[in-house]
């Protein structure tokens, strides 16, 4: 049998139509103008829903919708695909009742959803959050706490948040970590936005705050102490679409390298130098490995078959060549490229070496899941 | 490395000015420019006219005393550190090829008090795309045209460079110039940074003077690759500061980072490049156009990826506008694009390093 390297057809048609989309919306104005004023394009989102783009039946078409928006605009396109954000944690660990109630909505368009982690004394050490969650007399519970850098935070309906419930017993601090649906109008609950941020300053992100939020126990996830696992089994997921963005940057990169040698042409023709060449050719295969990484990884998820190894390989590898060709190729544009779009890819770039799991932590577990697995596995 | 008193003196008196009057407005600097009040302050404790001899009101730094101002601003506004970069090594740089003409001197004597900035049109910084274009009246000085990237536009004076078949000509235009475009750049907000479109007439243009050669602008940003690589080690080194401090304070599962070999490694390996560039940078002072690439070449480079490491081991504090990380990390990016282009300092170096037969496919 022959190894595949084609996209499923439906998924090479959303390539393109997300294209056309992202060529359409986020013109370079635009994109500036949210960059400046660190405001959320709602409109661009609506829009986005309603051409199909949040479509979570379709995995591969909404990874190279991911790819193609954040080719254009980093910070619009995932704002365009992010209002669901979490909500593979309801489908895959909710009962039906909080998904009729809370899923459904979000996948109607109507509601936005958030996945609220980090707190600011735990990031990547996900377990070593300080939110927690006491249980009430009368089954409720009383959630306390704070969370930071939470996407979606100043305008989500509702967050998928995990809170620590009982204590952790030694060296097993993963355990008594419990995850709860928080409706953003529930007494106690308020978030700020927090803004000055480097890049990715169209998505909104906010620090939430909470002083004895009542849960009732339906909003329970799952099961009560079990929750690590299924922040982990999340980020599996969401570190390909992760792996999607950082290509997605990186190609538009390459893109404006492109455009830009293009234009030279007949005037100092940059492209004459072998140095030149040397770069586009550097850029270009860093960039064809972190693909060919990341769809593999995503290969497997869809199959429902995640290969963690894979997916952090992908979402390390992707990230790193991001910031990698961006910085290469804004050092070749000099006073051309931190003056146009390619500044901002800049900025909203090195997120990607952060978020969902940072460079470091993807090592970790390549490492110590290529250990677990030992040799030839 | 070893300083003299008078070094001393002028560090002291740096730490001091920015630790007093920079460090609680930096964030200020690059949101609304530098305030004129500590403009003000930066000409009475000299800095402005750091280069300039004393009998032009300068202060007539020695070449060390000078990198060391650069490298400590910069600790503490980059901005800053560029704003000064630009009135003493471009512009009093610019003005000193021609100390015969009065104009000139009274020019020098004017940055030096601070009763008026400058700024220059940088042939290096002329875009790959689109040219400058710049034409000087026949019968006259009258000054016509547009110049790309023209950094600090809202100068009081400007200073551009005009070849011709028998050299090049210093024009300083009190007058009408008009900034037609703004860039949103990278690095360096607290500088202005924009398109001019010039109709200077007679009156407003006046002519500096005239050299064989290459031009007075172009000379003095070339004198003045160890003045940016001093602003890029202060980058570097307070970027890299920042995130040993940080992680000593900061714990992740259970440990402080700097106890993690990957996080030890990193910064001891650039805490350690640092100390060596340091090092070159001070030695070669003196020294000609070659070092002094070499020092920019090699230490830009490294305030980048200083800049990149300390946002890092922030983690996501450094991505906020706060920790001023993220501040270091797009100054860093920017300037060497600021000062010059890359790609043709490479080939200059090319040259320094191989013979001028090298390069040239």
């Given at each position: 049998m022959i190894m595949d390297f084609e996209l499923p057809e439906d998924a090479a048609e959303m390539r393109k139509k997300a294209r056309d989309f992202a060529l359409r919306e986020f013109t370079p104005e635009v994109a500036s103008r949210y960059d400046i004023e660190e405001a959320y394009p709602d409109d661009i989102r609506r829009k986005a829903f309603s051409e199909g783009f949040?479509?979570?039946?379709n995995p591969w078409g909404m990874l190279v919708a991911m790819e193609e928006f954040c080719r254009v605009d980093a910070g619009l396109g995932l704002s365009a695909i992010v209002?669901?954000?979490?909500s593979e944690v309801l489908m895959l660990f909710g009962n039906e009742e909080q998904k009729r109630k809370y899923l459904d909505p979000v996948l109607r368009g109507e509601k936005i959803s958030g996945f609220a982690v980090t707190d600011s004394g735990a990031g990547s050490d996900v377990?070593?959050?300080s939110a927690t969650l006491q249980k009430n007399a009368d089954g409720s519970y009383a959630l306390n706490g704070q969370k930071i850098f939470?996407?979606?935070?100043?305008?989500?309906?509702?967050f998928y948040l995990l809170a620590r419930s009982s204590p952790a017993p030694p060296d097993k601090r993963h355990r008594g970590l419990t995850m709860v649906i928080v409706e953003s109008?529930?007494?106690?609950f308020s978030a700020s936005q927090l803004k000055g941020?480097?890049?990715?300053?169209?998505t909104n992100t906010a620090e939430l705050n909470f002083s004895n939020v009542r849960i009732p126990?339906?909003?329970?996830?799952?099961?009560?102490?079990?929750a690590f696992y299924y922040v982990m089994t999340f980020f599996n997921i969401s570190r390909i679409y992760v792996a999607a963005q950082a290509l997605g940057i990186a190609q538009g990169a390459f893109d404006r390298l492109r455009a830009y040698i293009e234009s030279t042409k007949g005037k100092n023709?940059?492209?004459?130098?072998e140095s030149t060449q040397f770069l586009v050719a550097e850029v270009a295969s860093r960039i064809e490995a972190a693909r060919l990484l990341t769809y593999r990884a995503a290969s497997y998820l869809f199959k429902f078959n995640p290969d963690p190894v894979s997916t952090s390989i992908a979402k390390y590898y992707a990230a790193e060549t991001a910031t990698y060709a961006v910085t290469r190729i804004l050092e070749f544009m000099g006073a051309d490229g931190i003056t146009g779009d390619l500044e901002r890819f800049y900025r909203d770039s090195k997120i990607m070496e952060i978020w969902e799991g940072t460079s470091e932590v993807e090592k970790l577990i390549i490492a110590r899941m290529l250990d677990e697995k030992g040799e030839g596995k | 490395m070893k300083l003299t008193e008078e070094n001393r003196l002028l560090l002291g008196a740096a730490r001091e000015f920015a630790e007093r009057e920079v460090r609680g407005i930096s964030v200020e600097i690059e949101r609304g420019g530098i305030p004129p009040h500590v403009l003000g302050k930066m000409a009475e404790m000299g800095f402005l006219g750091a280069t300039a001899p004393e009998q032009m009101g300068?202060?007539?730094?020695?070449a060390t005393s000078y990198l060391l101002l650069l490298e400590t601003l910069a600790r503490y506004s980059p901005s800053l550190a560029f704003y000064t970069y630009m009135q003493n090594t471009l512009v009093v740089g610019s003005l000193l090829?021609?100390?015969?003409?009065e104009a000139a001197r009274e020019s020098v004597s004017e940055i030096a008090s601070g009763k008026r900035s400058g700024t220059v049109v940088l042939?290096?910084?002329?875009s790959n795309t689109v040219g400058n274009s710049i034409s000087i009246g026949e019968g006259g000085n009258a000054v016509s045209g547009t110049a790309e990237?023209?950094?600090?536009?809202?100068?009081s004076f400007i200073l551009l460079s005009h070849a011709d078949a028998q050299g090049s000509s210093l024009f300083r235009l009190?007058?009408?110039?008009?900034?037609?475009g703004e860039n949103r750049k990278?690095?360096?907000?607290g500088l202005g940074f924009g398109k001019v479109t010039f109709s200077a007439s007679v009156e407003e243009s006046l002519l500096i003077g005239r050299k064989s050669g290459q031009g007075a602008i172009s000379l003095a940003a070339a004198g003045g690759s160890r003045a940016v690589a001093a602003i890029a080690l202060g980058i570097a080194e307070e970027t890299t500061e920042r995130a040993v401090a940080y992680s000593r304070s900061r714990r992740t599962f259970g440990s402080?980072?700097?106890?993690y070999r990957p996080v030890a490694y990193s910064l001891s390996s650039m805490m350690a490049e640092t100390d060596v560039l340091r090092e070159y940078l001070y030695s070669s002072a003196d020294m000609g156009e070659k070092e002094g690439l070499v020092a920019k070449l090699l230490v830009t480079d490294a305030a980048v990826r200083a800049s990149k490491l300390s946002m890092q081991v922030h983690?996501?504090?450094?991505?906020?506008?706060?920790?001023?990380i993220e501040k270091y990390y797009r100054d860093a990016m920017s300037l060497e694009a600021l000062t010059g282009n890359r790609n043709s300092e490479m080939v200059s170096l090319s040259h320094h390093m191989l013979g001028s037969g090298s390069a040239s496919i």
């Amino acid at each position: 049998m022959i190894m595949d390297f084609e996209l499923p057809e439906d998924a090479a048609e959303m390539r393109k139509k997300a294209r056309d989309f992202a060529l359409r919306e986020f013109t370079p104005e635009v994109a500036s103008r949210y960059d400046i004023e660190e405001a959320y394009p709602d409109d661009i989102r609506r829009k986005a829903f309603s051409e199909g783009f949040l479509d979570m039946s379709n995995p591969w078409g909404m990874l190279v919708a991911m790819e193609e928006f954040c080719r254009v605009d980093a910070g619009l396109g995932l704002s365009a695909i992010v209002p669901a954000f979490g909500s593979e944690v309801l489908m895959l660990f909710g009962n039906e009742e909080q998904k009729r109630k809370y899923l459904d909505p979000v996948l109607r368009g109507e509601k936005i959803s958030g996945f609220a982690v980090t707190d600011s004394g735990a990031g990547s050490d996900v377990a070593g959050i300080s939110a927690t969650l006491q249980k009430n007399a009368d089954g409720s519970y009383a959630l306390n706490g704070q969370k930071i850098f939470i996407t979606n935070g100043a305008i989500a309906d509702h967050f998928y948040l995990l809170a620590r419930s009982s204590p952790a017993p030694p060296d097993k601090r993963h355990r008594g970590l419990t995850m709860v649906i928080v409706e953003s109008k529930m007494h106690g609950f308020s978030a700020s936005q927090l803004k000055g941020k480097l890049g990715m300053r169209a998505t909104n992100t906010a620090e939430l705050n909470f002083s004895n939020v009542r849960i009732p126990a339906e909003n329970v996830i799952g099961e009560e102490g079990r929750a690590f696992y299924y922040v982990m089994t999340f980020f599996n997921i969401s570190r390909i679409y992760v792996a999607a963005q950082a290509l997605g940057i990186a190609q538009g990169a390459f893109d404006r390298l492109r455009a830009y040698i293009e234009s030279t042409k007949g005037k100092n023709d940059l492209n004459r130098w072998e140095s030149t060449q040397f770069l586009v050719a550097e850029v270009a295969s860093r960039i064809e490995a972190a693909r060919l990484l990341t769809y593999r990884a995503a290969s497997y998820l869809f199959k429902f078959n995640p290969d963690p190894v894979s997916t952090s390989i992908a979402k390390y590898y992707a990230a790193e060549t991001a910031t990698y060709a961006v910085t290469r190729i804004l050092e070749f544009m000099g006073a051309d490229g931190i003056t146009g779009d390619l500044e901002r890819f800049y900025r909203d770039s090195k997120i990607m070496e952060i978020w969902e799991g940072t460079s470091e932590v993807e090592k970790l577990i390549i490492a110590r899941m290529l250990d677990e697995k030992g040799e030839g596995k | 490395m070893k300083l003299t008193e008078e070094n001393r003196l002028l560090l002291g008196a740096a730490r001091e000015f920015a630790e007093r009057e920079v460090r609680g407005i930096s964030v200020e600097i690059e949101r609304g420019g530098i305030p004129p009040h500590v403009l003000g302050k930066m000409a009475e404790m000299g800095f402005l006219g750091a280069t300039a001899p004393e009998q032009m009101g300068g202060a007539s730094l020695d070449a060390t005393s000078y990198l060391l101002l650069l490298e400590t601003l910069a600790r503490y506004s980059p901005s800053l550190a560029f704003y000064t970069y630009m009135q003493n090594t471009l512009v009093v740089g610019s003005l000193l090829h021609f100390q015969d003409n009065e104009a000139a001197r009274e020019s020098v004597s004017e940055i030096a008090s601070g009763k008026r900035s400058g700024t220059v049109v940088l042939d290096e910084l002329v875009s790959n795309t689109v040219g400058n274009s710049i034409s000087i009246g026949e019968g006259g000085n009258a000054v016509s045209g547009t110049a790309e990237f023209v950094i600090h536009p809202g100068a009081s004076f400007i200073l551009l460079s005009h070849a011709d078949a028998q050299g090049s000509s210093l024009f300083r235009l009190n007058g009408g110039v008009r900034q037609t475009g703004e860039n949103r750049k990278l690095g360096f907000r607290g500088l202005g940074f924009g398109k001019v479109t010039f109709s200077a007439s007679v009156e407003e243009s006046l002519l500096i003077g005239r050299k064989s050669g290459q031009g007075a602008i172009s000379l003095a940003a070339a004198g003045g690759s160890r003045a940016v690589a001093a602003i890029a080690l202060g980058i570097a080194e307070e970027t890299t500061e920042r995130a040993v401090a940080y992680s000593r304070s900061r714990r992740t599962f259970g440990s402080r980072l700097e106890e993690y070999r990957p996080v030890a490694y990193s910064l001891s390996s650039m805490m350690a490049e640092t100390d060596v560039l340091r090092e070159y940078l001070y030695s070669s002072a003196d020294m000609g156009e070659k070092e002094g690439l070499v020092a920019k070449l090699l230490v830009t480079d490294a305030a980048v990826r200083a800049s990149k490491l300390s946002m890092q081991v922030h983690g996501g504090n450094g991505y906020f506008e706060e920790y001023q990380i993220e501040k270091y990390y797009r100054d860093a990016m920017s300037l060497e694009a600021l000062t010059g282009n890359r790609n043709s300092e490479m080939v200059s170096l090319s040259h320094h390093m191989l013979g001028s037969g090298s390069a040239s496919i």
